[in-house]
């Protein structure tokens, strides 16, 4: 069975940073690409970003509202994807899921981030 | 890139049928799969159905999906519905560099 969990969500100022993580189970880890997804308690889902399986390139690609300030990445040997956020923002304060790409997409539960002063 | 449009809401009493509709603004909806999700309040979304009409096996027949090429649309239809189907409904597919669009969701009330 697929299995996504993330860590990391906590509370932070504006401009630190965090690093959240998704460690994933069930399938090939190595050959899926991955997505970090992000929804505001009561509003809708908002893609951040997604990586690519290294076999593809392992590249990322990241919505606008994010770009040059986080970055996505993943480490196959131990099955986990990763979520870095830097020059936080209030506007950054969300649930963030990671989720597989294509397919059957699989999201895991999501981990909650709050930037505040 | 393109944006995919959804109604704000819908509402539908328990057994009707309701279709929730996803309009792509430039570009074919034939162009990329799209795939529905649903996301119970509270919980984490699920992939409803994928590549426009596939549909994972735990997922009851209820749901469908297709496109219709001619309003440039995807459609989600659900029969039958159940009181437990009060959820919201997102719609979303990929860019030419593979990058995911999400349409802004669709809360569907079973009253």
């Known amino acids: 069975e697929v299995h996504l969990v993330e860590s990391g969500g906590g509370s932070v100022k504006p401009g630190e940073s965090l690093s959240l993580s998704c460690f994933a189970s069930?399938?090939?880890?190595?050959?899926?690409?991955m997505s970090w997804f992000r929804q505001v308690p009561g509003k809708g889902l908002e893609w951040v970003g997604r990586i690519k399986s290294k076999d593809n390139g392992g590249t990322a690609d990241y919505a606008a509202p994010v770009k040059g300030r986080f970055t996505i990445s993943r480490d196959d040997s131990k099955n986990t994807l990763y979520l870095q956020m830097d020059s936080l923002k209030a506007a950054d304060s969300a649930l963030y899921y990671c989720?597989?790409?294509?397919?059957?997409?699989?999201w895991g539960q999501g981990t909650l981030v709050t930037v505040s002063s | 890139n393109f944006l995919l449009t959804q109604p704000h809401s819908v509402s539908e009493s328990p057994g009707k049928t309701v279709t929730i509709s996803c309009t792509r603004n430039n570009g074919s909806i034939a162009s990329n799969y799209v795939q529905w999700s649903q996301q119970r309040p509270g919980s984490a979304p699920t992939t409803l159905i994928y590549e426009d009409n596939e549909r994972p096996s735990e997922v009851p027949r209820r749901f469908s999906g297709s496109i219709d090429p001619s309003s440039n649309s995807a459609s989600l239809t659900i029969t039958g519905l159940k009181t437990e189907d009060d959820a919201d409904y997102y719609c979303q597919s990929f860019d030419d560099d593979n990058r995911e669009v999400l349409g802004g969701g669709t809360k569907l009330t079973v009253l």
């Open positions: 069930g399938f090939t880890f190595a050959d899926t690409w």
């Open positions: 989720a597989t790409v294509a397919g059957i997409a699989t």
